[in-house]
């Protein structure tokens, strides 16, 4: 198979382009050296690869950030996904498009709501999820005429992610403490309760849908389990700098913080046989083994 990774630099995509490499296909990664709000660079890198799939994950991600920059969280997540199936469209043979949204489109939810269902309306709680919900809407409105697929992923975690991110920013900071004899560690709300997978089990998800995903439909990928950012914070701890004092500091805090989150991942195995393999034990030791490999002043 001949596909096109957007956003192949990133945290998932390189481990997507590992896993689809691994599988066989033949892989053209785009990142920043061709603009997804570009429609004819874009387009043009496209056709001239002529895939069979496009999995779209070129995205602005950061839900903090998008509080003070959603025009731009707009451009790029909504007209992006546009030109992406514009371009698809185009192409003599027509590829499938693998649309990576965001399990925060369902917005805040409550235990009673739980594990959260693909027919569950909607409710996006911040620039983020709403740039994301309106490029959902774009690929239904083609589902008709093109092969996509619209994939839900819950939180992310494993080696090699952003510590712009909470898990991989705690063990970062702990690690640092752990050198530099820091007691005290600024964080944000511990509270909330999170379903994480596993990012190789996430591009798992993901290739399985481009052989299998239904056009026009929407697939959860989450773990069915959540777990409290305070408890990992806990054991990270525990783990790495028993001494350190985790102190909630107003200025990490959100605007608006969704409390949990749990989704069910049967609609997707029902489809492609797949569900999560990757223990949170294991997620956490690959990623404290990277970061301990990269220079604290590099963390």
């Known amino acids: 198979m001949r596909a096109v990774i957007t956003g192949a630099d990133g945290f998932v995509g390189r481990h997507l382009r590992s896993h689809l490499e691994l599988h066989g296909d033949e892989v053209l990664g785009i990142d920043r050296e061709c603009d997804v709000t570009d429609l004819q660079s874009i387009s043009t890198v496209i056709s001239s690869f002529e895939p069979d799939a496009i999995y779209h994950l070129a995205a602005l991600t950061h839900v903090g950030d998008s509080w003070d920059r959603p025009e731009e969280f707009s451009r790029v997540n909504v007209e992006g996904t546009r030109n992406i199936l514009t371009s698809a469209a185009s192409l003599e043979r027509p590829a499938k498009v693998l649309f990576v949204s965001t399990a925060d489109v ?52 494993g080696p090699g992610q952003s510590t712009q991110f909470v898990i991989p920013a705690l063990i970062s900071r702990l690690l640092n403490a752990a ?76 605007p608006i913080e969704i409390p949990v989150m749990r989704g069910s991942y049967e609609k997707i195995h029902a489809a492609t046989n797949w569900k999560p393999s990757i223990s949170m034990e294991t997620s956490l030791r690959d990623a404290i083994s990277v970061l301990r490999s990269i220079s604290p002043k590099n963390l």
């Open 106 to 157: 369902y917005g805040v939810v409550t235990e009673s709501d739980l594990p959260l269902q693909e027919d569950r309306v909607a409710s996006p709680a911040n620039p983020y999820s709403q740039s994301k919900l309106a490029a959902e809407m774009l690929c239904k409105e083609v589902a008709s005429s093109q092969e996509v697929v619209i994939a839900r992923p819950f939180n992310h975690i």
């Open 179 to 254: 050198t530099s004899g820091t007691m005290e560690i600024p964080v944000g709300d511990l509270s909330t309760r999170r379903d994480f997978c596993d990012v190789r089990d996430v591009v798992k998800a993901y290739r399985s849908l481009i052989e299998h995903g239904k056009r026009g439909e929407v697939y959860n990928i989450a773990s069915g389990s959540d777990v409290a950012i305070k408890d990992i914070a806990e054991q990270l701890v525990l783990l790495l700098a028993p001494n350190v004092k985790l102190v909630v500091d107003k200025k990490l805090l959100r």
